[in-house]
């Protein structure tokens, strides 16, 4: 059988792209996958047809080398999951005779930088944590004045919980902003619940095609970091709850009149139990997304299918269209597992019953 469509994946073998390239294998149609990375490890195993080794999204060789695979390998279609070749696939997207399904520039900007999309929450009055930005050692200490004793710094930028620090002495959050030459890059917020939601979502010209919602029950080596997030989703749940829907599409509206692509919403509750939204991870999904098409919802070929504008396979109910209380298992060296609550609690009985017996003593056994 003749390939159908041929596309680049940025960032090969990484986790990001290798839950896209899987949901992709499991497409009713083949698919011909050309994989790119400027890490030649992350290659070996990404998966793909064809594999290239390219320069940093930063090189001035970049977008040059990117042209050079589409033309050779013939790509119509371009997509990444990363933000940082993102951030440069949307400025340079006319200089590349390929296909893309990005919102605009100024969204995508909008998105990537964090601060930027906390102030335009503000302004449409949703309700988020209070945020400052830290340009000097003078902010650091208005923020612990002002959203202390202890408070959230991250980077403005970066994916994967970049830079997340909970921080209650002034000196160790200076030493901490210094090690990553960090002025003018951080924010610090008010530190809300350990509770957080996504709600992922494709929109074509302003039309929702498919949102889901997940909930993650905990991050994969968080206790092997200060700040206890890893961007590594460890077990994740499908949740479906009007309040998150409505929270994350007007947080994508406040930002993007007419959304295009994808939107994926982080939520973190307040103290309040309201979901407040802390950035959009733009134009790509999030590392978990295999489970969704697992589950019998397949969002990389809903995405796939729209950017060639052609009808998209959806599913009836377009919001939370999976039954909620699925779970996915993920860890190191194995592949991840389709669950659920009731299949946990058996283990959990089990539990019980040791411990009855345990504690009853031999002769009662």
Known sequence: ?????????????????????????????????????????????????????VPRASDLQFIPTIAEVVHRTGATFLHSQHDAVIKVLSKYRHELAVRMFLPTEQTVSSCIDKYQSYRLWAQAGITVPKTREICSPADLEDAFTSLGPSIWLRLKEGGGGSGSLP????????????????????TAAEILSPDSVTWTSIWQRGQLLVAQGRKRLGWLFGSRTLSGVTGVTGVGQTVSDPTVDAVAQRAIFAIDPSPDGIFSVDMTYNRDG??????????????????????GVNF???????????????????????EPGLLWIRGMDMLPVLSSHDGIAVYRKTLDSLLKASCAGPDSR
């Open 1 to 53: 059988m003749a390939w159908l469509k041929r596309i680049v994946l940025s960032e090969a073998g990484g986790t990001l792209t290798r839950n896209v390239v899987a949901s992709l294998r499991a497409a009713p149609e083949r698919i011909h996958i050309v994989g790119i990375s400027s890490n030649p490890y992350e290659l070996a195993v990404s998966g793909c047809d064809e594999a290239f080794l």
């Open 167 to 186: 921080a209650d002495d002034f000196a160790f959050a200076k030493a901490w902003i210094e090690h990553f030459n960090g002025w003018g890059n951080f």
């Open 274 to 295: 309201e979901p407040c939204p802390t950035e959009i991870n733009i134009g790509r999904f999030f590392t978990t997304i295999h489970f969704f098409t697992q589950a």
């Open 300 to 322: 990389p070929y809903i995405f796939l299918k729209a950017a060639y504008g052609e009808e998209p396979p959806l599913p009836d109910r377009r919001q939370n269209p999976l």
